[in-house]
């Protein structure tokens, strides 16, 4: 482990795996309780349009893909709110435009199938000193304005007429989620890629549930394991040579199946000493 701190690029991948790791999860929670899982892909796939245009105008794509993402989260909030549009919908059509319009615009600028999967699957070995200062800026951010406004995120995302009823901006705070879900991926884009970002965003928080007894435990708890996947991600695809945006994922996954076993164990467990003893 220590080896690959000797390693300038290394250093700046688990730079990057750090800050994506806490973050993902602490956005992702509000997602999954607003039973929103899938607008991380919808919202990622409006993203690679993002990182097209910076690539065809030579802007630099981590800028491009931050306002294209924007852009996109605003329209699913917008549709859900005032088109006769479901949610499914809105996000199926960011879905099919989104990398419709990254593919072609990428074509465009006449870029390689290598620099497009760069993009889709992650390249966290590449991220450069002016990428990891916008990814850390970023995640900051997102993780400041999660930490203020917890309450009132939580509120809506439990129920959205209570918190009405009690005063709360449900539509402003809905749009807030949206714009963070945004920025997540776009911090995440370079080190899960943005096929995989939502993998991210999701699968800490469902390994969280399976042990957590509360919202707020189940948001630090995702955090930690989404912290945990990134590293040991980054480590594990350094020492047997793999993607590490796939090996990351990957990890989150074997957690939420090592959480799930142990709760199935656990429950089995509590089950057996509930049983009344037979007489012989």
Not at 69 to 91: C, F, K, P
Not at 172 to 179: F, Q, R, T
């Amino acid at each position: 482990m220590l080896e690959l701190l000797d390693y300038p690029f290394m250093r700046l991948a688990l730079a990057a795996a750090v800050v994506t790791g806490i973050t993902a999860p602490a956005i992702g929670t509000f997602l999954v309780q607003r039973r929103l899982a899938l607008l991380g892909d919808g919202i990622g796939h409006v993203a690679l349009t993002g990182v097209a245009l910076g690539l065809l105008t030579g802007t630099a794509p981590l800028l491009t893909a931050v306002v294209a993402a924007t852009l996109g989260a605003l329209a699913i909030e917008l549709l859900r709110a005032y088109a006769r549009t479901s949610g499914d919908v809105a996000l199926a059509m960011l879905f099919y435009g989104g990398l419709a319009g990254g593919v072609m615009l990428i074509n465009l600028a006449g870029d390689s199938a290598a620099k497009l999967n760069s993009y889709l699957f992650g390249s966290i070995v590449t991220v450069d000193a002016s990428e990891l200062t916008v990814v850390a800026i970023l995640g900051a951010l997102v993780l400041t304005v999660v930490a203020a406004a917890t309450p009132q995120l939580f509120a809506v995302c439990q129920d959205e007429d209570h918190a009405r009823v009690s005063g709360v901006p449900v539509r402003l705070y809905g749009i807030l989620i949206a714009v963070l879900a945004a920025i997540t991926i776009t911090v995440a884009m370079r080190t899960v890629g943005l096929l995989l970002v939502s993998a991210l965003m999701v699968v800490p928080v469902a390994a969280a549930q399976q042990v957590a007894r509360s919202f707020r435990g189940t948001h630090l708890l995702a955090m930690a394991l989404g912290l945990f996947a990134a590293v040991t991600g980054v480590v594990t695809s350094f020492e047997i040579d793999t993607q590490p945006g796939p090996t990351i994922v990957l990890t989150a996954l074997a957690s939420f199946a090592v959480l799930a076993a142990a709760r199935g164990a656990l429950a089995l467990t509590r089950r057996r000493k509930r049983r009344p003893l037979e007489l012989g």
